[in-house]
């Protein structure tokens, strides 16, 4: 326990401060928003890649539906904010339990399924016959109830909660019987671990995080198409981000994520192409020398990192 | 309109055959996942639209040549990045976004050179070579143009393509099942492990299935452009989602399983076209999970595999 305060006032609290403090230093308060938003996701793909080993190729899948939830709450019930965001997560949430049979699968099996329901769910909120309900293929428009910085000081503390649940992770017993059943699971579940449970649980937890990010993601852009909040990209860049720092670790997915996004707010917006390519080597480079991530470097030459 | 239902979707269902048989064949005999397929078969599909807009090559003959490029390509792309992955703690998962890499390096490098615009190559081109094969093997003329079967007409790039699918199913068999390497690839298949203990070269038996799998997609690729219409340096993520429909509802790791597969979901999807088609694209999906949920394994696969 002692060791978990020790993470939140080393990381937790001084990663708050900056976001909360930069808006007033630097105006570009929509790409900062992006990085907050890129850490949440990250860190819920660290949830349940990183600790137990399962690789969400549709993770995207609870970041729309947290967004869809949201939006529609305000759209067809005029409800607050903070009330659609608590819709948004039940999306989320509710899409997981209908997804929790895919954990039969293992490996390549279960990326590929996962991926799969993202897409279809993508495909039913866009279908043009749904029109009457979300809007179809046709997006959504919340301007009502813009309100930017209300929205930042969300995600804000949406970032402050899901940077708890990965440090809370790394330091109790259910993070660490959620990597031994990674390691093996047969072992784990004869140390009397519920293998089952615990899975099921992290699974909720990395997608109510990213419910909580598509939901406030939502009412920061007000206004958006299907294919902005189910794209790929979303998925792709939280694992690559995730991996370039080192799963398992709470500072890995922060480290990635202001690493490699800011490289790519840096080259990527003016040459896209370019920026693809840079990219793609830095993915398979990264992939073949040094597979735990910038983390495990640190950790090689010395320093413990959390 | 149900025979023809039933034909176009039997024609599609080989195309997708084809599509699928590189990928399954790659991951049956590495466990990992190429998720770079499309974007091979994006670069065939280039090969052909090159050769015939600059040199007016008709696509038949291109197709040996894609194959063999991209069978030779394979060699040392394999010895770069496979060796290397597999010492990995959990290759599987990391060949995700390894592959991932490779696909963003092949569609950034695509669209640099040859920028984001549609192309296409005109229908008549594989027609008429398919009309010219037809009569010589038939004795006597025939006519350019759509092909008749059982009273429907269907394109001839269609036939051609259901015909060069069959013949890449029929070489994936006689390679597995009648060659020396295919039987050393067979037991890789089965245990990697115990294929390493009775001193089969691995990697040489992955590398050639690896370029096999290339060659394959290329082969598709050249039919891309009269079967998926026009295509671009980013069709290549797309395509890779069919084809994996497609080999997950066959059976992950058996390309026999791929034909099956193929054919599965071209008929359905062509049902859904014809009769429900605001809802079609829905389909390989749903058809992905449901066949997942229920066969784990696919509809030929043998054990299941539980964590």
Known sequence: MRKLWRDVFIILVPLVAIFALLPSIYSNHLLLFNFI????????????????????FGYVGFFGAGAYGFSLMVLHLQASPFLAIVVGVLAALALALVLTPLFR??????????LAASLAVLQVVANPNLEDYTRGPYGISLSGIFNPQ??????????????????????????????????????ASMAGINVVRERVIAWLLSALIAGLAGSVFAWYASVFYPETVFSGEFTIFAIVFALFGGTATILGPILGVVILYGIYNAVGISTPQYFQLIYGLLIIGLVLFLPNGLVSLLRRWGIDVP | MLTYTLLAGF????????????????????????????????????????????????????IPVAFFIF?????????????????????????????????????????????????????????????????????????????????????????????????GAVFVYWYLYRTKLGYLTRAV????????????????????????GLGLAAVAGVFAPFMLGSITPAMGSEVTITSFAVIVIGSLGNPLGTILGGLVYGISYMFMQSYYSSWANLLPYLLLIAVLLLRPNGLLGRQARRA
């Open chain 2, 189 to 212: 298949m089965v245990s990697r492990d115990e294929a390493i203990a009775s001193g089969i070269d691995v990697h040489r038996v992955s590398a050639v299935a690896f370029g096999i």
């Open chain 1, 37 to 56: 938003i890129f850490i949440v996701l990250s860190q819920g793909v660290n949830v349940i890649y990183g600790f137990t080993g399962y690789l969400p």
């Open chain 2, 11 to 62: 024609l599609f269902g080989l195309y997708f055959t084809l599509i699928g048989l590189g990928l399954n064949l790659v991951f049956g005999v590495m466990r990992i996942v190429n998720l770079a397929h499309g974007d091979f078969l994006m670069l065939g599909a280039f090969l052909a639209f090159w050769l015939f807009s600059l040199f007016a090559v008709n696509p038949v003959p291109t």
């Open chain 1, 150 to 187: 209300l929205a930042y000081a969300t995600a804000l503390a949406i970032l402050a909660a899901t940077v708890f649940i990965v440090i809370f992770l790394r330091n109790s017993k259910f993070g660490l019987a959620l990597q031994a059943i990674r390691e093996d699971t047969i072992s």
């Open chain 1, 105 to 114: 699968l293992s490996g390549a099996y279960f990326s590929i399924a996962n």
């Open chain 2, 71 to 167: 069978l030779l390509a394979g060699f040392p792309l394999y010895y770069l990045l496979v060796p290397r992955l597999l010492q990995a703690k959990d290759p599987e998962m990391l060949s995700f976004i390894l592959f991932f890499g490779l696909s963003q390096v092949i569609q950034s490098l695509a669209t640099i050179l040859w920028g984001t615009s549609e192309r296409s190559i005109p229908g008549g081109q594989l027609g008429r070579a398919v009309a010219g094969i037809l009569s010589f093997f038939t004795g006597h003329k025939i006519e350019n143009g759509p092909i008749e079967i059982l009273g429907q007409s269907f394109p001839a790039a269609w036939l051609a393509s259901g015909l060069a699918s069959g013949i």
